[in-house]
């Protein structure tokens, strides 16, 4: 599987550690920045990262900010791309299970290392259901085409 990640200034110390976590995985990941604490504008990361899955280069991307808040609301607006923001565990599991999240959103001033890294963890391993959760991603999906 491969993941593209990335995040803005105020989320650079927690996308080092999730690359800690991912590696855990059998992923090859592919970081687009930032690497620094200079401000950068979150949906330039987002987009990156999102272009991605879109085009197949990655299967999920991860998209990280100071609260995840504005990167999950910029990724949410590219056709194809279904982003949770999620704060723990338990959502990380159902935006995979029942929604098929294809992004994962963060905040790396709000959360702290061990709890974002089961949270990745849970969501790395938590399959899509399918079944009555795929016609509502396919409802989802037609919205964008209104």
Do not use: Q
Not at 67 to 82: H, L, V, W, Y
């Amino acid at each position: 599987m491969k993941i593209t990640i990335g995040s803005d200034h105020g989320a650079v110390a927690l996308k080092d550690e999730v690359k800690k976590v991912l590696a855990e995985f059998d992923v090859e990941v592919k970081d687009v920045g930032t690497f620094g604490t200079e401000s950068v504008d979150y949906p330039d990361i987002a987009e990156k990262v999102c272009a991605d899955v879109v085009c197949g280069d990655a299967e999920r991307g991860i998209v990280l900010c100071g609260t995840g808040i504005g990167i999950s609301i910029a990724a949410n607006k590219i056709k194809g791309i279904r982003c949770a923001l999620c704060g723990d565990v338990y959502s990380a599991k159902m935006s995979r299970e029942h929604n098929n999240a294809n992004v994962l959103a963060m905040g790396g001033r709000v959360l702290g290392f061990g709890l974002a890294g089961e949270i990745v963890r849970a969501w790395m391993t938590t399959d899509f259901a399918g079944g009555r959760h795929e016609r509502r991603i396919n409802k989802i999906a037609a919205l964008e085409n209104k």
